[in-house]
């Protein structure tokens, strides 16, 4: 027990008080009509002096210091406390909190831990009433009052004692000739540039020029580069270094387009990252060294670097001045600097029910105690942030984010009209809950264009309308994804890459292990099994047998009319347990040649995690690997030979201009390096691959690593890519003079076909 839960107790024994009055009250105006009512009378009035007793003892036992009121709780607070849950999102590094701190807290307090996966999973759980409180970024609350969420702010967690994370200021040489905002048209800006994730979001690097600068809004530039095309016509020579757009190609392109932007950099042809004069300080070293006119700078970077923060100044701050948004200047060494946007701290929120609760529980933790539940629930909750400070009451989101200058009207800027939205199409009502919430997680950080989500009831609905450009994008896997270039004419823009092979559709073949086939060729005529027409491992078969024989064949043609190959109209009709990659391999074990199948499957059966009736009698022994591209290659990191390997997922995206293709593939390159695998704060905001909600595989696989081009995927390491694959099928280069096999009876004409796919082919080599 603990003073935490003795808090708690006073709070019930308050309630109990109450209760009993109540009772008392209601038998004494009934003691004149009940004759056997004394005793209980009587009890009721003796429980209420014991409790009115302890509870004095409460009162007085708060007065004391943590160690006495610890001492005497397991005689005083006697009435059980209420269980208080907190949502604890892991730090990105592989140190783990959680299972050092949890059972502490949970052994020495009422307090239970949630683990969220991401920041606003957490969001999500305070909102169901799964957990009552956590940490959360400004950024989490915007988007979680975006989603309707009413969550209190009750205090914040701060790494020093400014009352805001940090302020951001507009500096200028007095040299310059700026004596007003209207000065800084055509003036020289040195800004951190692009890139700085863990500092600030796009939201914030952008303010300066979003309050300065109109979209022109041409439909035939992308948003990112109509911004980028404004500000070089607003400023002179600049300096915003770093990444404009995810892919370099297009970066390379930009840059040489507006190279104004550049002039003013250390390097202007490269302007990158590595720049002398990008990033917080690199942009007031391009103002004081560099013969820049303004700087985009935070007000703690500013003062160091003019020696108003103990450090050696870096120039004169007689020479510079504070550049006001209502117009005036001010002097770099003024006490209160004006201020253009300001960042809230991170915060403690919680649901309303329990955030007065919650305020009391976080103040004032210290690690002073390590075996504590104050250290333990101080370690959950901070970063490197390392006091807590309540506010005066809880309060609102909006209440709260509208204190810090300028940060509300940051997300208020107007949108182009109409919207460039970028549709997604979802096909359920967990995908589409988790779109929405990537939505307003996009919009909070800065994408754009940003996302917009629907729902259809299928899936061939969803490729319909984006085909027609209702939609602009949805994910198909490697079976749909024929239907979806062949029939709906769609393009593949960005692919699912996993490091693992396992976590890829790598097609194996697998035979009886005293099987008397050899090489591929042996095969012919064989029983084999497919998990599906038209998925991975048959295209992959389909090439093998060319690369076999020489010649192209038709799966139907090459093997057994007893096999499984699932054909719409030839060959056998089999049972529909033999479909899919555990399917195949069920057949193989039933009495078939051979299996074509997913590697990943045969793993789960070797590690003993596939279990079902019909592998009762197989053993690991029982099958072998077939290999007709030759053994595990060199240097291989994959522990089986096999046949191809294809990402298990695949953005599609209708046939529309280059500059569309650009804009819908740099804002998912964008929210994959924001929500991805690798993001770049210190707790994840949301994430794009993994459990969502308690469900797996929601619009994307858990397993996937990033989103990569198609250019992008030819650089790995793994032989045998399968994207010429696709391309040949749905040109129907495996089809035969006599088969049908290639998907030719659904009347698409073959040259156009062919004209599509080598576009298709040419335009992701593009991105």
């Keep these: 027990m603990t003073a935490v839960s003795c808090e708690f107790c006073v709070i019930a024994m308050i309630s ?24 209980e009378f009587k009890t009721l009035s003796e429980k209420l002096h014991e409790i ?4 004095t003892q409460k009162l007085n036992l708060f007065q004391r210091n943590t160690k006495d009121y610890q001492l005497h709780f397991n005689f005083l607070c006697i009435l059980p406390s209420l269980s208080v849950r907190v949502c604890v999102v892991e730090s990105l590094g592989n140190y783990r909190k959680a299972p050092k701190f949890c059972p502490l807290l949970k052994a020495t307090s009422n307090i239970e831990c949630v683990i969220g996966v991401d920041r606003l999973d957490c969001v999500r759980r305070i909102h169901k ?56 048209h055509g003036a020289k800006l040195c800004h951190p540039g692009y890139g700085l994730d863990h500092h600030w979001t796009e939201v914030l690097a952008n303010y300066f020029e979003s309050t300065l600068v109109a979209k022109s809004c041409n439909p035939d530039i992308t948003l990112t580069e109509d911004r980028i095309a404004a500000s070089a016509r607003y400023f002179g020579p600049s300096c915003k270094a770093g990444p404009w757009v995810p892919d370099r190609k297009q970066d390379r392109i930009l840059k040489d387009r507006y190279p104004s932007l550049c002039q003013m950099c250390y390097d202007p042809y490269s302007c990158d990252d590595t720049d002398k004069h990008w990033g917080r300080r690199g942009a007031l070293y391009c103002l004081t060294s560099g013969g820049g006119s303004v ?23 007689t020479k510079y001045s504070y550049l006001c948004p209502d117009g005036h200047l001010q002097p770099i060494n003024v006490t209160h600097p004006c201020i253009w946007v300001s960042k809230p701290w991170p915060v403690v929120a919680a649901r309303r029910s329990h955030a007065a609760q919650v305020q009391r529980l976080v103040t004032g933790l210290t690690h002073d105690e390590p075996q504590s539940w104050q250290n333990a629930l101080l370690s959950l909750l901070e970063t490197y942030h390392v006091f807590t400070v309540p506010l005066d009451n809880v309060i609102s989101i909006d209440d709260y984010l509208d204190q810090a200058i300028g940060f509300q009207s940051a ?28 939505q307003e997680a996009s919009q909070v950080y800065g994408v754009e264009p940003n996302i917009q989500c629907i729902r259809t009831t299928n899936l061939e609905q969803c490729m319909e309308d984006t085909r027609y450009k209702s939609a602009d994008v949805l994910m ?54 497919l998990p599906s027409y038209e998925g991975a491992a048959h295209l992959s078969v389909l090439d093998t047998i060319v690369n076999a024989t020489g010649k192209v064949q038709s799966v139907n043609s090459y093997f057994s009319h007893e096999s499984c190959l699932w054909h719409p109209h030839r060959g056998r009709q089999c049972p529909p347990h033999y479909h899919g990659d555990e399917g195949a391999f069920r057949c193989l074990a039933e009495g078939a040649d051979v299996a074509f199948l997913s590697s990943d499957v045969y793993k789960k059966y070797i590690s003993g995690n596939l279990t079902s009736d019909w592998l009762a009698r197989g053993t690991p022994q029982s099958y072998r690997l077939l290999c007709p591209y030759g053994g595990i290659e060199r240097h291989s990191r994959f522990e089986y030979c096999y046949l191809h390997w294809t990402p298990r997922g695949q953005l599609v995206t209708h046939n529309s201009s280059l500059t569309r293709h650009s804009e819908i593939y740099n804002s998912l390159r964008d929210m994959d390096h924001l929500f991805g695998k690798k993001p770049k ?65 659904l009347g698409i004409h073959s040259s156009f076909v062919l004209l599509l796919a080598t576009s298709t082919w040419w335009l992701m080599q593009r991105l």
């Design 16 to 39: 109990e008080f109450s209760k009993t009055s109540r009772q008392l009250n209601a038998k004494s105006t009934s003691s004149n009509r009940l004759s056997d009512g004394n005793f």
């Design 476 to 529: 198909v896997n490697q079976e749909q994804r024929v239907q979806a270039q062949r029939d709906y004419g769609l393009t593949p823009l960005l692919f699912e890459f996993a490091e693992q092979m396992h976590d890829r559709y790598v097609t194996i073949a697998l035979v009886h292990k005293d099987s008397k086939f050899k090489s591929f060729t042996d095969l012919k005529g064989a029983r084999a099994c």
């Design 129 to 184: 009433g799964t957990a009552h409180f956590g940490v959360l970024t400004s950024e989490d609350l915007v988007a979680a009052r975006w989603a309707s969420v009413e969550i209190l702010v009750a205090s914040e967690l701060r790494s020093h004692n400014s009352p805001f994370e940090y302020e951001i200021v507009a500096v200028v040489n007095n040299d310059a000739g700026i004596h007003t905002v209207n000065d800084l």
């Design 52 to 55: 009115n007793d302890q509870f």
């Design 411 to 438: 997300y208020s800027f107007p949108e182009c009209n109409p919207p460039r939205s970028i549709v997604v199409c979802t096909t359920s009502i967990i995908e589409h809950i988790k779109c929405s919430w990537l």
């Design 295 to 317: 700087s985009w700078a935070r007000l703690d970077d500013t003062r160091s670097h003019f020696g108003l923060a103990g450090l050696k100044a870096q120039d004169d701050p």
């Design 681 to 745: 704060t210190d707790t994840r905001p949301f994430s794009l691959y993994g459990i969502f909600d308690r469900r797996t595989d929601i619009l994307f696989h858990d397993s996937t690593d990033a989103l990569l081009s198609a250019h992008e995927l030819q650089r790995d390491d793994a032989k045998r890519s399968m994207e010429h694959i696709y391309a040949r099928y749905i040109s129907q280069y495996y089809a035969s003079k006599h088969d049908d096999d290639s998907g030719a009876h």
